[in-house]
């Protein structure tokens, strides 16, 4: 059996516009967060899993892991990760199979500049993890893409853009009293439904915005927690990672995500588990339909029965299966390589009872998160678990 992986500790800048700030300040002060959480100092971290995606598009040209690893005070071997919108969870993977194999102490996180540049350059820049042979040329964007698969759903499964609205609601709802979160502002089924309409069925209030922002978790080895007496209430208890094509059209069936099957089957078989014994989830909700599709993925719901749950109050604070307290990348906000971070760290949060919505929650020993790359063609999910 592996040993749990620690986290010591998390922090992440707050979501949204901050053209003042550059991504390498932001991840100073996510990682400069997470040192003070776990009492540890910069050099005593052996490697640094760095997530972006859009680097080019940013102030920051390229070679980001050696360059973060200098911002943060890092001195050891330090490698950026790339895996699209789930570059910063595939990083936490790295970061966790790195102790697995004998590290004490591992940095992860990304940052993300989203919002230096128009929503025009950024839906283009974002189109990079879309399929360049033909989908993108045929002008597929991600709120295209993902429209393509609501729809789809629709025709297989039934459900309405109605349905959908509630996802929006839930979320914006969840993140009123974050104060990290992009948008700290209630919204009804009305105003989903009247929005501007952005790719049909989606409405402004389906996506998730452009973010700036930036988050970092160090984690450590068992041993090393024991040996400098570190307060680690939560660990890594299983990982799991998949891909899968990323043309839509090459799909068996669109409306299924097997890359999120398949990575999330494997980190319950890590951390020995079921989806019955989850109590609280953070998943990918870039858009509305993307939190539905994760929620049967990943063995909570049947496939065409995750629509109602939403609308029925089931994920809602009180619901039986919270899901995404944090606000999600709806409201919370997704600056794409920084989000699989943030989910870290605000799960970790929920789960040790320092998070705004941790009250709501305060029976829960088990969280999932799940980070989805693309069209889902890279996923990460981890199962952060109470330990003694
Ligand atoms: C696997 C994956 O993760 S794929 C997902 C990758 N991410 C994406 O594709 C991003 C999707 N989102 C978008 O493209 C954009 O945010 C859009 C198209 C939804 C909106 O962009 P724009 O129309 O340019 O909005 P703009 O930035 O001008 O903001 C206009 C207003 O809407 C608000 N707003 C913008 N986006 C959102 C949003 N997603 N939700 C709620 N409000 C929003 C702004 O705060 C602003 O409000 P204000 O007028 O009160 O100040």
């Not at 100073?28 to 997470?34: F, I, P, R, S």
């Not at 005070?73 to 790295?94: E, F, K």
């Not at 349905?163 to 089924?189: G, R, S, Y």
């Not at 097997?258 to 998943?283: K, L, Q």
């Amino acid at each position: 059996m592996v040993s749990d992986v620690h986290i010591a500790g998390v922090g992440m800048t707050a979501f949204g516009a901050s053209p003042e700030r550059t991504a390498r300040d932001m991840f100073a002060q996510a990682a400069g967060e997470a040192f003070d959480d776990a009492g540890i100092d910069p050099d005593a971290v052996e490697e640094l899993f760095y997530g972006n995606f859009m680097g080019e598009f940013a102030e920051v040209q390229g070679h980001q892991g050696p360059l973060m690893a200098d911002v943060v005070g890092v001195s050891a071997p330090s490698t950026r990760i790339d895996s699209a919108c789930a570059s910063s969870g595939v990083a936490v993977r790295h970061g966790v199979n790195r102790i697995r194999g004998g590290a004490d102490v591992v940095l992860v996180g990304g940052s993300e500049r989203m919002k230096n540049i128009s929503t025009a350059e950024g839906t283009e820049a974002l189109s990079a993890a879309a399929d360049a042979l033909w989908e993108v040329k045929a002008g597929v964007t991600f709120p295209g893409a993902y429209s393509l698969m609501a729809n789809s759903y629709f025709d297989e499964f039934g459900g309405t853009r109605e349905d959908l609205a509630h996802v929006a609601v839930k979320n914006h709802q969840n993140a009123l009293e974050n104060d990290l979160a992009q948008f700290q502002m209630a919204i009804d089924v009305d105003d989903v439904l009247e929005a501007p309409t952005v790719s049909s069925p989606f409405g402004l209030y389906d996506c998730s915005p452009m973010s700036d922002g930036a988050s970092a978790a160090l984690l450590v080895s068992e041993a090393f927690a024991e040996e400098h007496g570190l307060d680690t209430d939560v660990a890594i208890t299983g990982t799991g990672q998949a891909s899968d094509g990323l043309a839509l059209q090459d799909r068996v069936s669109i409306p299924e995500t097997p890359a999120a099957v398949e990575a999330g089957e494997a980190a319950y078989e890590d951390a020995g588990i079921t989806p019955e014994d989850v109590d609280v989830a953070e998943v990918h909700d870039c858009f509305t339909i993307a939190e539905v599709l994760a929620l049967e993925s990943l063995g909570f719901y049947e496939p065409g029965e995750a629509i109602t749950a939403a609308r029925e109050g089931e994920t809602t604070i009180d619901g039986a299966l919270p899901v995404n307290l944090s606000g999600g990348l709806k409201a919370k906000g997704h600056p794409v390589g920084a989000t699989g971070g943030a989910q870290i760290s605000e799960m970790t949060k929920l789960l040790r009872g320092d998070h705004v919505n941790s009250d709501a929650v305060s029976d829960a020993t088990v969280g999932l998160t799940h980070n989805a790359g693309g069209t889902v063609a890279s996923c990460a999910v981890h199962v952060l678990e109470v330990v003694e």
